[in-house]
C-alpha cells in the first residue's frame, strides 16, 4: 500500500514540475542543512548558514583562490589598479548577465556599495557591513564598465575587503524595484551560478541554475537546502537517498557515514575559531579577574581529543599563519591552570554568584556537549555557571543583565588581523557597535592604526599588544579551537569543500559521475 502511495505521488510530482525540469538531463541537488537564512542580501545575512547559501548567487569583484594561499584572482573583474593608498579603479568584466537577464554595469556595482542601499532607509540592519566597508568614502561609476572605490585614509586591505560576502553584487534595478526590503531579501538578484526560485523558512531554500552564468552553465538544474535540524536525521537522509550531502556532521558521526555502500566523509579545519563571549556588563563578569578565570579552567586539550578526534588545532590566540608577516608565531595558545584560575576568583572575591551560558541546540557541531564539558570543568574551580538553551539567536543576544557567556564562532574574513579580530572586536565590530558586550578605548586606537599603516612592523607591533588586550588585560572572549566542518556525501557526487563556511557549488567544483 505505501509503495503504491509513494508512487502515485512521484507521478503528480513529475506531472506539477516545469516542462523545462522535465526535459533537462542535469541532476538536482538536495543538501540537508542545521539551519537555512530567511533573506538573501550579502550585506545583511551574516551567519555560516547564509554564506553557504549566497556564495551561490551572488559573485564579488575580485575572488579568492584557497588553494592557491588565498590568491586574489578575477572575478567580476578582470582588472583593478591603485591609482594611489586611498583610490582603487576596477575593470568589469563585459558580457556578465544578472538572473535577470540585465547585464552588469558600473552603475550596479556603485549602487551596491551605495549610500541608498547600505544606509539608507531600506537598509536597517546593515551595520554589520562597517567592519568591513565603512572605511568607504566613495564608490563611483567612471565609464560603462570601470568603478573607482575610494577610501576614506590609506587602506593597503581595499582589495581583500572587495573580495569578501558583503561586496557581492547586486541588480540595482531589481533592488529599486522591490515593494520593501523584505520583498528584496526574499528573491536578491545576483550574478551567482543559482538563482532564487522559492524559500520557506525553516524548511528550506530553492534554487535554480542560471544557465547564462559567466564561468559556465551550472551543473546541477536545481539546488535545495533543506533543513534538518537534528544530526541524526541528516544522516538518515543521507543513507535513504534524500539528500546526496548534508553538513555539520559531528566528528564521531564521520565513521558510520564512511561505513556506508556509496557514501563518503568530507571536510576538516576552516578559517573560524570557535569562541566563547563574555558579557562585560554582566555584574560579575565585569571583573576581568572572573574572565580570566574562567579561560584558564578550560582544557582545551580534552575538547578537542574528545569531541573532535584531535582533528582541530587550539590556535596560537585568535589568529591564523595566513595572516603572513603579521602572524605571531611566538604568541602561547590558551593555558590550563585550574590552580591560577581558583586564586583569581579568590583574589575577586567571587561568592558562588550565577553566570547564565546561553547555549543553542549544536547550531555549532558539539555544541551542546562542549558546553557541558566546560560547565563541568568551570564547577571543578568554583565557578557557578547555569546553562540555559535557547531556541533562536535573538534569544541568545538579547540584552538582559543576566546575559554573561554565549557561544560564537570567528572568521578570518581576509588575511590579516583586520579582517578577524578588529573586524569582530572592534569599534565598528559587532561586539561593541552591535551586542554591546565590550569596549576598549586602547584597543580601538590601535585597531585605527592596524587598519590605515601600511608600515608592517608598526601594524605588528599594534597587533601584538591588541592581543594583549583580548587574551590576558581585558579579554571579551577566549579560544576554545579552530573550528572544523564536516560533510557526509555520496561518493557519485564530486564536491570538494573549501577552508571556510562557504559552499561553493560552481561549475568547476560540482560534478556528477
Not at 520583498?183 to 528550506?204: H, L, S
Not at 585605527?448 to 612592523?457: C, I, Q
Amino acid at each position: 500500500m505505501r509503495t503504491s502511495i509513494a508512487a502515485a505521488l512521484a507521478l503528480a510530482a513529475a506531472a506539477a514540475a516545469p516542462a523545462a525540469a522535465q526535459g533537462d538531463p542535469r541532476p538536482p541537488l538536495h543538501i540537508g542543512v542545521q539551519g537555512n537564512p530567511a533573506l538573501f542580501d550579502p550585506a545583511h545575512a551574516f551567519s555560516n548558514v547564509a554564506w553557504r547559501v549566497n556564495h551561490n548567487i551572488f559573485d564579488t569583484l575580485i575572488a579568492i583562490d584557497f588553494d592557491a594561499d588565498f590568491a586574489l584572482v578575477p572575478g567580476l573583474a578582470t582588472a583593478w589598479q591603485r591609482v594611489d593608498a586611498r583610490t582603487l579603479d576596477v575593470t568589469l568584466r563585459e558580457g556578465v548577465r544578472f538572473h535577470n537577464g540585465d547585464l552588469l554595469t558600473a552603475e550596479d556595482v556603485a549602487f551596491t556599495f551605495g549610500v541608498e542601499r547600505m544606509r539608507g532607509e531600506n537598509a536597517p540592519l546593515f551595520g554589520q557591513t562597517r567592519p568591513f566597508l565603512g572605511n568607504l568614502e566613495s564608490v563611483e561609476a567612471i565609464g560603462p564598465n570601470r568603478v573607482r572605490f575610494v577610501s576614506r585614509g590609506p587602506d593597503a586591505l581595499l582589495e581583500q575587503r572587495l573580495a569578501m560576502f558583503p561586496s557581492q553584487i547586486v541588480n540595482r534595478r531589481a533592488y529599486l524595484a522591490a515593494p520593501d526590503f523584505q520583498a528584496w531579501g526574499r528573491t536578491a538578484i545576483g550574478t551567482g551560478p543559482y538563482k532564487v526560485e522559492d524559500a520557506r523558512d525553516n524548511d528550506y531554500v530553492q534554487l535554480v541554475a542560471h544557465d547564462a552564468y559567466w564561468r559556465g552553465r551550472p551543473t546541477a538544474r536545481s539546488v535545495r537546502f533543506s533543513v534538518a535540524p537534528e544530526v541524526a536525521a541528516r544522516i538518515n537522509d543521507l543513507k535513504t537517498g534524500r539528500f546526496q550531502i548534508v553538513t555539520d556532521i559531528p566528528y564521531d558521526q564521520l565513521a558510520e557515514i564512511a561505513g556506508q555502500p556509496g557514501l563518503e566523509a568530507a571536510g576538516g579545519p576552516i578559517l573560524n575559531n570557535r569562541v566563547l563571549v563574555f558579557d562585560q556588563n554582566h555584574p560579575v563578569l565585569k571583573d576581568v579577574r572572573v574572565r580570566r578565570a574562567l579561560a584558564l579552567a578550560i582544557d582545551r586539550k580534552l575538547i578537542v581529543e574528545t569531541l573532535w578526534g584531535d582533528r582541530v588545532p587550539v590556535p596560537r590566540g585568535n589568529q591564523f599563519p595566513a595572516f603572513g608577516e603579521l602572524y605571531l608565531a611566538d604568541w602561547p595558545a590558551p593555558a590550563y591552570d585550574p590552580a591560577q584560575a581558583r586564586a583569581l576568583l579568590a583574589e575577586a572575591g567571587y561568592a558562588g554568584q550565577p553566570i547564565e551560558f546561553r547555549v543553542l541546540n549544536n547550531y555549532y557541531a558539539n555544541e551542546v556537549l562542549t558546553a557541558q564539558a566546560l560547565v563541568e570543568m568551570w564547577k571543578a574551580v568554583g565557578l557557578n555557571v547555569v546553562l540555559q538553551m535557547k531556541e533562536n539567536w535573538t534569544q541568545v543576544l538579547e540584552r538582559t543583565p543576566a546575559r554573561g557567556i554565549r557561544n560564537w564562532s570567528n572568521t578570518m574574513a581576509y588575511p590579516d588581523p583586520v579582517g578577524l579580530a578588529w573586524r569582530l572586536y572592534g569599534a565598528r565590530g559587532p561586539i561593541q557597535g552591535g551586542y554591546r558586550e565590550w569596549t576598549n578605548a586602547e584597543f580601538n586606537r590601535l585597531g585605527a592604526l592596524l587598519e590605515t599603516s601600511v608600515d608592517v612592523p608598526e601594524r605588528r607591533q599594534a597587533w601584538r599588544r591588541m592581543l594583549e588586550i583580548l587574551e590576558v588585560e581585558d579579554p571579551p572572549a577566549t579560544v576554545l579551537h579552530q573550528f572544523a566542518i564536516f560533510y557526509g556525501k555520496r561518493r557519485d557526487v564530486a564536491w570538494k569543500p573549501v577552508p571556510v563556511e562557504y559552499m561553493d557549488l560552481r561549475p568547476a567544483n560540482l560534478a556528477f559521475r
